[in-house]
């Protein structure tokens, strides 16, 4: 909500309440957790809480993404669900709450602990398939990637909650005219349910979901959207075999996935010393 | 080809008319200074610009501070950086050094046809038929610890447990850069080792010279331009990369680019052109010190 609205049409500042003036139109949304390989860690319930990313048994077998207001976000969920640091705001961190992180970062990266850091999402896919890394940061469509290649890879539901964050599209100032119509147009094209319909199958949420719900099946939308366990077989994007029936989706359904998010990514108050510090632990 | 003998460079007076010299040297650098001037000069000029402004969260402020500078020269995180960029560049220099100039030594005075002499150093260059990204990736699936490399050793009873150093590792980015890079310093090596008179070294074998002596007060002091010409195709790629050092090293060491482009992707603009200014300099400084060393334009114009 604080991010949502501009206070007028040329305005810099932001609103407070709802206002004629969204920020952007927000295109997909999701609450993302951990990804493991259940048959590399003895099973799906061997990775309960964000805490395990810590786990000296998964030591040399982790990684985060290289990109530092997830990475460091990801850290910070497991530092506090192991009691090591308490954090006001782990959306918002502190220059404090930074340091501190990335000194931890710092010590287990020199220990060994994190295998590697990924930079792309193809990166994450080949990680995890490959059993280099057994328990990661990882995206919602990477999870159905590696499964549709055969292997067990679980979206861990963790007891402390998700990670949410949401996208949005915007056009640029300084269209007027003919192309701001062209934008407009995309933006409602974008919402109209097939680009919604899509993503779904990869586990995103779309704002307007009840557009997507007519470019997927009954089954696909109670899956996916609801939770519940699958009626047939659940395809990817591009036909896939991504899960069989009978199986649910982690953490349930929109309402309980997006009603259980303890730290949405915003971009930090202290952004740039974040990225510096990222730096700083990457070099370490 | 019929008619008259062409003379066509031999400055403006084949072709009937008569132009001034200095146009006729205006006209020939004329493209180049056009397409550098268009594709590289302003791009670096806005690039120093924007290296002197200030950025919010989504915004680049048009001003002129030194913050940006100020950060680079203040933060250890620049130090190492460098410091782990160079070290990159001088492992990667020996290594290819040592196994180019082997190469090039081999093919020019180890092959007597002329035919197999062409044939093998084609050879040296089939791996450029592909991809740099492929040839980077291919040796990830090979050194992985479930890879070619571990599962033989461990079919092989040499090792017990996957040896994990091979890949996501300093090791794993030199290799790759050895594989990469290798040929630009080979080349220019061949390049000059090829030009030596063959008749120099029969006169030191006759005076009695060794294979060694030979090697050290002949070959190296020629090849002395090829080596410099092929240090600074090596050590400028090297300092310049981010792309195989994040992928070998699995994101475990950084350079000094890497670093920039993480500030890229945090779209702050201002602090990473302050980053690339800085790093433009720094490694003219080291090609002009070469350049200083060994004087290269002899290379180019004999």
């Known amino acids: ?284 | 080809m019929a008619g008259p003998q062409p003379t066509f460079f031999k400055t403006g007076t084949s072709i009937g008319m008569k132009l001034p010299p200095s146009l006729v040297s205006w006209l020939q650098v004329g493209p180049l200074a056009v397409i550098l001037t268009l594709f590289f000069g302003i791009p670096v000029l806005v690039v120093i610009i924007v290296s002197f402004f200030d950025f919010d969260h989504s915004d680049i402020v048009p001003t002129f501070i030194f913050d940006n500078y100020v950060d680079v020269f203040t933060s250890d995180v620049t130090m190492r950086l460098y410091l782990s960029s160079l070290k990159f560049a001088a492992i990667v220099w020996a290594i290819t050094l040592v196994i180019g100039f082997t190469l090039a030594n081999y093919l020019v005075f180890h092959i007597n046809s002329l035919l197999i002499k062409i044939g093998l150093f084609l050879l040296c260059s089939v791996p450029f038929w592909t991809s740099t990204i492929i040839r980077m990736i291919s040796w990830i699936p090979f050194l992985g610890r479930n890879g070619l490399f571990n599962t033989m050793l461990i079919d092989a009873h040499i090792t017990s447990k996957p040896l994990e150093f091979l890949l996501f590792s300093d090791f794993a980015v030199v290799v790759a850069y050895v594989h990469l890079f290798t040929l630009f310093m080979m080349v220019p090596i061949f390049n000059s080792m090829a030009r030596i008179d063959p008749r120099i070294i029969e006169a030191a074998k006759d005076a009695g010279a060794s294979r060694f002596a030979i090697l050290r007060e002949i070959v190296l002091p020629l090849c002395k331009s090829g080596i410099a010409l092929g240090s600074i195709f090596v050590v400028t790629q090297v300092m310049g990369d981010f792309f195989v050092v994040k992928v070998m090293s699995g994101g475990q060491s950084a350079s000094v680019v890497s670093a920039l482009q993480n500030e890229i992707a945090a779209l702050q603009y201002p602090p990473a052109a302050a980053s690339a200014v800085t790093l433009v300099i720094v490694v003219m400084l080291m090609v002009a010190g070469i350049l200083r060393l060994v004087d290269v334009r002899k290379e180019l114009v004999s």
């Open chain 1, 1 to 284: 909500m604080k991010i949502g609205f501009w206070t007028g049409p040329d305005c810099k500042k932001l609103a407070d309440k709802p206002t004629d003036f969204l920020t952007m139109v927000p295109s997909l949304f999701n609450a993302d957790t951990l990804g493991m390989r259940p048959d590399l860690v003895g099973g799906r319930d061997q990775v309960k809480s964000w805490g395990d990313l810590l786990e000296p048994k998964f030591h040399g077998k982790t990684a985060l993404v290289d990109y530092a207001p997830v990475g460091v976000i990801d850290v910070a969920m497991a530092l506090e669900a192991r009691g090591e640091v308490k954090y006001a705001d782990k959306g918002n961190m502190t220059k404090a709450e930074i340091d501190q992180t990335i000194k931890i970062m710092q010590d287990l990266k020199k220990s060994g602990h994190f295998r590697a850091f990924w930079s792309n999402f193809d990166q994450s896919v080949n990680l995890m398939a490959s059993g280099e890394v057994v328990l990661q940061s990882m995206w919602s469509p990477a999870v159905t990637a590696v499964r549709s290649r055969g292997i067990d890879c679980y979206y861990a539901p963790l007891k402390e909650g998700h990670r949410g964050w949401t996208n949005g599209l915007t056009p640029m100032a300084h269209l007027t005219g003919l192309k701001m119509d062209c934008a407009m147009e995309y933006l409602n094209w974008y919402n109209s349910g097939w680009q919604g319909g899509f993503i779904a199958k990869q586990g995103y949420y779309s704002p307007v979901p009840e557009t997507a719900r007519k470019f997927m099946t009954p089954e696909e939308w109670d899956y996916w959207y609801e939770g519940k366990p699958a009626a047939v077989d659940i395809k990817d994007p591009y036909g896939n075999l991504m899960e069989k029936k009978g199986a649910t989706r982690d953490g349930g359904s929109l309402w309980q996935r997006e009603g259980n998010v303890t730290v949405w990514n915003t971009v930090m108050d202290e952004d740039r010393h974040l990225t510096r510090r990222w730096n700083d632990f990457i070099s370490a």
